[in-house]
């Protein structure tokens, strides 16, 4: 999730092997960190000259010639089983935060600015990791860089859960992030260069669900152990389970076919590919193509420099990849994601147990609309799915807003507790303070000889129904705002990217626009609470919602759609506008004439056939 030279030049296992070939992206798929796009194989070359559809059928159902079985053999579904644990790991260790970070802030009294850094420790990590991982994949092999992954996941998890003091809990977090960023390079690189094409979208995909899968159980984890002794430990514990689970099968676990290549071994690549494939040795001319192709695309990424990103075909796609995944980050969404309890604990609902149960709804929401988008952005179009989607999280946040006002109005942080006077709502937002419910004012927290302690955490004991009503808005609104986000800009973003470069510089354009995912993430997660205090949640709300209406604009005059266009229709429009030659004045319109291309030839091929 990285930029990386290394790990960018061994993103795609297989090469355009002509400009008319098709290099199409698996139209099943949706795409994340370091995903291996679509590519011209073996497999591909026999359906050249189609463009990509809507559909999966495409993709996925053609028969190949030279092959008995196309299809994943169940050997490779285990492999990837395994490999998957890390997405689930990467989801697991970046959502439990949620629910750990209320009684994390009660036994360590941490600040807001503390939370944050426990909060984007991971994220830090994750960006060293990702510098980390091409060099090390390329130079040692996916395997063992997965291996490495799984054991920093189980110190990472050992140091927090034993962890005292605070420096220690942060190290452990940044321990952790490190892992993260490790596995969301390489794991779907693995799993994109085991897979066969035709195939690749929806196996990598399973990586993709189990992220999400891993951030879902880590809210049904915070929910019930919210209420034990040392519960947050325990959470923090049960992350080391998968990890060492992966850790004692991986050795089993072939490396990547295209890294056997790479360093000579060609046939222990064949080997791989057979296997993988389901396929026997009658097929030797089939898998003697596939280590050709695999061959040719090494050569083509290695002719490529990250000056070439400067071409004028290339610098409005870098834009649009790039600003693409800072519009994701910046919209706010990982504070739903990583502050949720908090954020419903500031809307009034009543402790940190009911705050994270609700919190649960938040996560679910978020995995069931990415299953949703899977099925149809191909269908719908990603231009069209974002323009609407972006206007869902606008009302999400606007309506968060007002539900803030409800709950505290517009007060900002005071000097000190008392001058929030008989505000509860407002008071429990400071981190300094406790509401007194005797004499109904707010005041400093208590000390009890061992740090900073909450003498009072409960629910405010004045709540009128408009504070009532106030937080049960605040909860829809934010589920209908990441329902809107799993539906667009969670996914969207990879895709486009996947689609708007040549082969040759599509590992660098896509390493450097995930840089920028990864940015924009660290800003948001080290500032949400900070925010909240100087300007008000409802500021905080309002702020993403104004930087969303900048991204919708920028979807609508610059974000072309590319749903059922092939890849050079896409790169051809580029090419055509920097040269200032005469063109499709649009994507649409490019797109408009390729299929209407299409549905000619269909038909003089349906005549022929009626002739015969």
Same mark, same amino acid.
């Given at each position: 999730?990285g930029? @990386?030279s290394?790990i960018d030049?061994a993103?795609?296992?297989?090469p355009q092997?002509?400009p008319?070939h098709?290099?199409?992206s698996s *139209?099943s798929?949706?795409?994340?960190p ?9 497999i591909?070359?026999k ?5 990509r559809?809507?559909? @999966?059928?495409m993709?996925e159902?053609n028969?190949i010639e030279?092959?008995e079985?196309s ?5 490779l579904?285990?492999l990837? %089983?395994?490999?998957?644990i890390g997405g689930? +790991? ?5 959502g ?14 941490l600040s807001s600015?503390e939370?944050e850094f ?5 994220? =830090? ?5 990702g ?7 390329? =130079?040692?092999?996916r395997k063992?860089v997965?291996? +490495?992954?799984s054991?920093i996941f189980?110190v990472g998890?050992?140091?927090? %859960?034993?962890?005292h003091q605070?420096?220690?809990?942060l190290?452990?977090r ?5 892992g993260v960023g ?6 779907? =690189?693995?799993i ?6 035709a ?5 990598v995909?399973?990586? *993709?669900?189990l992220?999400?899968?891993?951030q879902?159980v880590?809210y049904?984890?915070s929910s019930?152990?919210t209420d034990?002794? @040392?519960g947050?430990?325990w959470?923090m514990a049960?992350?080391a389970?998968p990890?060492?689970?992966?850790l $004692?099968t +991986?050795?089993f ?7 056997l290549v790479?360093?000579g071994?060609?046939?222990g690549?064949e ?7 389901g396929l026997?040795?009658?097929n030797?001319?089939?898998i003697?193509?596939?280590v050709?192709?695999?061959?040719e695309?090494l050569?083509?990424?290695r002719k490529?420099r990250?000056r070439?990103l ?8 870098l834009i649009i990849?790039c600003?693409m ?5 910046l ?13 419903l604990?500031?809307?009034g609902?009543?402790n940190?147990?009911s705050a &994270? =149960?609700?919190s649960? +709804?938040?996560a679910g929401t978020?995995?069931v609309? %990415? ?13 069209k ?9 606008i009302?999400?946040?606007i309506?968060l807003?007002v539900a803030f006002i409800?709950i505290v ?5 005071q000097?000190?507790?008392v001058q ?7 008071c429990?937002t400071?981190?300094?303070?406790f ?5 109904? %004012?707010?005041?400093?927290?208590g000390?009890?000889?061992t740090?900073k302690?909450p ?7 004045n ?5 009532k009503a106030?937080?049960?808005?605040a909860l829809?609104s934010? $589920?209908?705002y ?7 800009l969670g996914n969207a ?15 660098k354009? &896509?390493?450097?626009?995930?840089a920028? @995912?990864?940015?924009g993430n660290?800003?948001?997660s080290?500032?949400f609470?900070?925010l909240t205090?100087?300007?008000t949640? &409802?500021?905080?709300?309002?702020l993403y919602a104004?930087?969303l209406?900048i991204a919708w604009?920028f979807?609508y005059?610059?974000v ?10 896409i ?14 004045v ?9 299929l ?5 030839r269909?038909?003089r091929?349906?005549?022929?056939s009626?002739?015969l």
């Amino acid at each position: 999730m990285g930029p @990386n030279s290394h790990i960018d030049s061994a993103r795609h296992t297989v090469p355009q092997t002509s400009p008319q070939h098709s290099s199409r992206s698996s *139209v099943s798929s949706v795409y994340k960190p370091a995903e291996v796009t679509g590519s011209s194989t073996g497999i591909d070359d026999k359906l050249s000259g189609h463009l990509r559809s809507g559909s @999966n059928d495409m993709s996925e159902n053609n028969n190949i010639e030279g092959s008995e079985d196309s299809s994943p053999s169940k050997f490779l579904y285990l492999l990837i %089983t395994c490999l998957a644990i890390g997405g689930f +790991l990467f989801g697991y260790d970046t959502g439990v935060i949620a629910g750990a970070l209320l009684p994390i802030k009660e036994e360590f009294g941490l600040s807001s600015q503390e939370q944050e850094f426990v909060v984007g420790g991971t994220t =830090l990590g994750a960006i060293i990791g990702g510098l980390l991982a091409g060099a090390l994949s390329d =130079l040692v092999g996916r395997k063992p860089v997965t291996l +490495l992954s799984s054991v920093i996941f189980v110190v990472g998890a050992a140091l927090m %859960t034993f962890a005292h003091q605070y420096w220690l809990l942060l190290l452990g977090r940044v321990v952790v992030g490190v892992g993260v960023g490790l596995a969301a390079l390489v794991v779907p =690189l693995y799993i994109g260069e085991l897979a066969p094409s035709a195939y690749r979208g929806r196996l990598v995909t399973m990586n *993709v669900l189990l992220i999400t899968g891993g951030q879902l159980v880590a809210y049904l984890v915070s929910s019930a152990l919210t209420d034990v002794t @040392n519960g947050w430990r325990w959470m923090m514990a049960i992350s080391a389970l998968p990890a060492f689970l992966q850790l $004692v099968t +991986l050795p089993f676990l072939p490396e990547s076919p295209r890294y056997l290549v790479k360093k000579g071994d060609i046939p222990g690549a064949e080997a791989v590919l057979r296997r993988c494939m389901g396929l026997s040795h009658a097929n030797d001319e089939y898998i003697a193509k596939e280590v050709d192709s695999i061959r040719e695309s090494l050569e083509l990424s290695r002719k490529t420099r990250y000056r070439d990103l400067l071409r004028k075909d290339l610098r409005r796609p870098l834009i649009i990849a790039c600003f693409m995944q800072l519009w994701q980050q910046l919209s706010g969404f990982n504070t739903a994601m990583y502050y949720s309890a908090t954020i419903l604990k500031m809307a009034g609902f009543p402790n940190a147990k009911s705050a &994270t =149960l609700f919190s649960l +709804l938040i996560a679910g929401t978020n995995m069931v609309m %990415t299953m949703v988008a899977i099925k149809i952005i191909d269908r719908v179009g990603r231009r069209k799915i974002l323009l609407v989607t972006i206007i869902g999280m606008i009302a999400g946040l606007i309506v968060l807003g007002v539900a803030f006002i409800m709950i505290v109005g517009f007060t900002v942080k005071q000097d000190a507790c008392v001058q929030y006077g008989d505000n509860c709502a407002a008071c429990l937002t400071d981190d300094r303070c406790f509401f007194e419910d005797v004499s109904n %004012t707010c005041q400093d927290m208590g000390w009890d000889g061992t740090g900073k302690r909450p003498i009072y955490t409960g629910v405010c004991p004045n709540r009128t129904q408009g504070i009532k009503a106030g937080s049960w808005i605040a909860l829809a609104s934010l $589920v209908f705002y990441v329902a809107s986000y799993g539906l667009g800009l969670g996914n969207a973003p990879w895709l486009i990217q996947s689609e708007l470069f040549p082969l040759d510089i599509r590992g660098k354009a &896509t390493g450097m626009a995930t840089a920028c @995912n990864f940015a924009g993430n660290l800003v948001i997660s080290l500032t949400f609470l900070t925010l909240t205090q100087r300007i008000t949640a &409802t500021g905080t709300f309002w702020l993403y919602a104004g930087i969303l209406v900048i991204a919708w604009l920028f979807v609508y005059y610059l974000v072309p759609e590319t749903a059922g266009l092939n890849l050079e229709a896409i790169q051809e429009l580029f090419r055509t506008e920097a040269a200032g030659e005469s063109g499709p004045v649009s994507v649409m319109d490019a797109q408009k004439q390729d299929l209407q291309d299409d549905d000619a030839r269909r038909r003089r091929r349906g005549q022929g056939s009626q002739e015969l």
